[in-house]
Protein backbone atom coordinates (compact mmCIF):
# COMPACT_ATOMS: atom_id res chain seq x y z
CA UNK A 1 0.00 0.00 0.00
CA UNK A 2 1.30 3.73 -1.19
CA UNK A 3 0.83 6.30 1.24
CA UNK A 4 0.17 9.69 0.11
CA UNK A 5 1.00 13.19 1.58
CA UNK A 6 -0.48 16.28 -0.39
CA UNK A 7 0.51 19.74 0.62
CA UNK A 8 0.97 23.37 -1.23
CA UNK A 9 -2.62 24.22 -0.59
CA UNK A 10 -3.57 27.94 1.13
CA UNK A 11 -5.23 30.93 0.20
CA UNK A 12 -5.04 32.65 -2.92
CA UNK A 13 -7.10 35.77 -4.55
CA UNK A 14 -8.61 34.81 -7.97
CA UNK A 15 -6.56 34.62 -10.97
CA UNK A 16 -3.53 33.90 -8.55
CA UNK A 17 -1.54 30.18 -8.85
CA UNK A 18 -0.81 27.17 -6.26
CA UNK A 19 1.05 24.39 -6.80
CA UNK A 20 0.37 20.89 -4.99
CA UNK A 21 2.65 18.40 -4.57
CA UNK A 22 1.86 14.73 -3.60
CA UNK A 23 4.81 12.70 -1.89
CA UNK A 24 4.57 8.97 -2.05
CA UNK A 25 6.16 6.77 0.37
CA UNK A 26 5.83 2.84 1.21
CA UNK A 27 5.76 2.36 -2.13
CA UNK A 28 7.03 3.27 -5.55
CA UNK A 29 5.00 5.55 -7.41
CA UNK A 30 6.69 4.93 -10.86
CA UNK A 31 4.35 2.14 -12.22
CA UNK A 32 1.57 3.58 -11.48
CA UNK A 33 -0.80 6.02 -13.06
CA UNK A 34 -1.66 8.86 -10.88
CA UNK A 35 -4.71 11.76 -10.33
CA UNK A 36 -5.91 14.63 -8.34
CA UNK A 37 -9.31 14.68 -7.46
CA UNK A 38 -11.42 17.92 -5.14
CA UNK A 39 -14.29 17.93 -3.05
CA UNK A 40 -16.47 21.13 -2.20
CA UNK A 41 -18.39 21.09 1.14
CA UNK A 42 -21.72 19.20 0.30
CA UNK A 43 -20.81 18.02 -2.36
CA UNK A 44 -19.08 14.54 -4.46
CA UNK A 45 -16.12 14.23 -5.15
CA UNK A 46 -14.95 15.09 -8.71
CA UNK A 47 -12.17 14.08 -10.96
CA UNK A 48 -9.49 16.98 -11.83
CA UNK A 49 -6.64 15.27 -13.74
CA UNK A 50 -4.79 12.27 -14.45
CA UNK A 51 -1.07 11.29 -15.42
CA UNK A 52 0.16 8.09 -16.93
CA UNK A 53 2.84 6.02 -15.34
CA UNK A 54 5.47 7.53 -17.25
CA UNK A 55 4.25 10.99 -17.28
CA UNK A 56 3.38 11.00 -21.14
CA UNK A 57 -0.23 11.38 -21.26
CA UNK A 58 -2.75 13.64 -19.18
CA UNK A 59 -5.71 14.15 -18.84
CA UNK A 60 -8.26 16.91 -17.54
CA UNK A 61 -11.84 17.56 -16.52
CA UNK A 62 -13.13 20.23 -18.69
CA UNK A 63 -13.40 22.92 -15.79
CA UNK A 64 -9.60 22.60 -15.60
CA UNK A 65 -8.72 22.07 -19.19
CA UNK A 66 -6.03 25.10 -19.97
CA UNK A 67 -5.37 26.43 -16.65
CA UNK A 68 -4.07 23.38 -14.76
CA UNK A 69 -1.03 21.01 -15.39
CA UNK A 70 -0.09 17.97 -13.66
CA UNK A 71 3.06 17.00 -13.59
CA UNK A 72 5.00 13.90 -12.14
CA UNK A 73 9.00 13.14 -10.96
CA UNK A 74 9.18 9.30 -10.75
CA UNK A 75 12.62 10.20 -8.94
CA UNK A 76 11.08 11.67 -6.02
CA UNK A 77 8.44 10.03 -5.97
CA UNK A 78 6.13 13.21 -6.47
CA UNK A 79 3.22 14.41 -8.01
CA UNK A 80 2.27 17.74 -9.15
CA UNK A 81 -0.81 20.29 -9.68
CA UNK A 82 0.03 23.54 -11.32
CA UNK A 83 -2.64 25.71 -11.20
CA UNK A 84 -2.96 28.95 -12.90
CA UNK A 85 -5.98 31.32 -13.35
CA UNK A 86 -7.70 30.57 -9.80
CA UNK A 87 -11.20 31.19 -9.73
CA UNK A 88 -13.16 31.01 -6.40
CA UNK A 89 -15.19 27.75 -7.51
CA UNK A 90 -11.77 26.12 -7.74
CA UNK A 91 -12.11 26.21 -3.46
CA UNK A 92 -12.08 22.92 -2.37
CA UNK A 93 -10.21 20.48 -0.97
CA UNK A 94 -7.78 18.44 -3.16
CA UNK A 95 -6.99 14.81 -2.61
CA UNK A 96 -3.85 12.80 -4.31
CA UNK A 97 -4.58 9.41 -5.11
CA UNK A 98 -2.53 6.71 -6.95
CA UNK A 99 -4.56 4.29 -9.93
CA UNK A 100 -3.70 0.42 -9.56
CA UNK A 101 -2.29 0.51 -13.04
CA UNK A 102 -0.44 2.36 -15.01
CA UNK A 103 -2.40 3.96 -17.13
CA UNK A 104 -5.76 5.07 -14.58
CA UNK A 105 -8.16 4.23 -17.77
CA UNK A 106 -9.51 1.15 -16.46
CA UNK A 107 -9.73 1.26 -12.28
CA UNK A 108 -10.60 3.60 -10.06
CA UNK A 109 -7.87 4.98 -7.84
CA UNK A 110 -6.99 3.02 -4.61
CA UNK A 111 -4.88 4.69 -2.67
CA UNK A 112 -6.06 8.52 -1.21
CA UNK A 113 -4.11 11.18 0.53
CA UNK A 114 -5.56 13.29 3.92
CA UNK A 115 -6.19 15.98 1.24
CA UNK A 116 -4.92 20.18 1.21
CA UNK A 117 -7.19 23.07 1.30
CA UNK A 118 -7.09 25.50 -1.15
CA UNK A 119 -9.05 28.56 -1.07
CA UNK A 120 -9.83 30.73 -3.75
CA UNK A 121 -11.16 34.66 -2.45
CA UNK A 122 -12.52 37.02 -4.91
Known amino acids: QVQLVESGGGLVQAGGSLRLSCAAS????????MGWFRQCPGKEREFVAR????????YYAQSVKGRFTISRDNAKHTVYLQMNSLKPEDTAVYYC???????????????WGQGTQVTVSS
Open 51 to 58: INWIGTTT
Open 26 to 33: GRTLSSYA
Open 97 to 111: AAYPDRTGYTYTPRS
